[in-house]
């Protein structure tokens, strides 16, 4: 059984959540700031379709990425040397999230419907949820976001209009996250695409521990701006480093 969340029902421990489907803990309560940010703080994030009940998770084990041990490989270092693109933070980050929502090939319908939507917009207004952009020739073609808690990033979809424009921005995050100080990206599920971008599972617990170690680090507050100095050289010593 899963705890149904009235309005000030807290959260139950992450670990009470169940094995099948894989870290499902509670249903019910809203997207208020204070709700996603409580649940954040404890490792749990919303995901639920339109019409269901609001779904919380807290799956075992954790798909992160540590940014010191982040390297682009040789074909995507390629790519970010041809610079034919320009990377923004916090520029449009309706545009990023309603791309998100979009759906994808052979699909129907998105989780990211208007409640979502509009959920973390409210926490973007807030300095918490940031996106990451690529634009090439004036247009947004990729990109990512996530809500940043202390030294955590807790990435949330990424999407792109011709290739490598997620990954683009997701280098300049991971090389971004780096530089300013944070410890942990996390990821969530496991996928085959977040694989080759060097991210690993961790225990649940190992997830946890982590969470309570850097969430009450000093948060860099909103909106993000582009860290011109540092980001590329630092793609380029994390490649070359890897060799």
């Known amino acids: 059984m899963i705890t149904w969340l009235e309005p000030d029902t807290p959260f139950p421990h992450p670990n009470l959540a169940l094995h099948e489907p894989n870290g499902l803990l509670a249903a019910g309560g809203d997207l208020s700031p ?3 940010l409580s649940a954040y703080r404890q490792g749990i994030f919303p995901w639920f379709s339109e019409g269901e009940p609001t779904l ?3 799956p075992d084990p954790r798909m992160v990425l540590y940014p010191k041990e982040f390297y682009p490989s040789r074909s995507l270092l390629k790519t970010l040397r041809n610079g034919n693109y320009e990377v923004r933070i916090d520029q449009n980050f309706t545009a990023v999230i309603q791309a998100c929502a979009a759906p994808r090939d052979g699909q129907t319908g998105t989780w990211i419907h208007t409640q979502m939507e509009e959920a973390y917009h409210r926490l973007h207004l807030l300095g918490y949820a940031h996106s990451f952009e690529t634009w090439s020739e004036g247009k947004l073609v990729g990109g990512l976001y996530g809500v940043a808690i202390g030294g955590l990033f807790f990435g949330e979809s990424m999407f792109s209009l011709i290739t ?5 921005a997701f280098c300049h995050l991971v090389a971004h996250l780096y530089l300013s100080g944070f410890k942990i990206l996390d990821c969530q599920m496991h996928t085959d695409h977040l694989s080759t971008l060097k991210a690993r599972e961790i225990s649940r617990q190992e997830f946890l521990d982590a969470v309570k170690s850097y969430r009450d680090m000093p948060l860099i507050p909103g909106p993000w701006t582009v860290l011109e100095r540092g980001v590329r050289d630092h793609l380029w010593r994390a ?5």
Do not use: F, P, Q, V
């Open 56 to 58: 919380w998770w807290s």
């Open 164 to 168: 490598d424009a997620s990954k683009i």
């Open 239 to 243: 490649s070359h480093a890897s060799n």
């Open 34 to 36: 204070e709700r996603l």
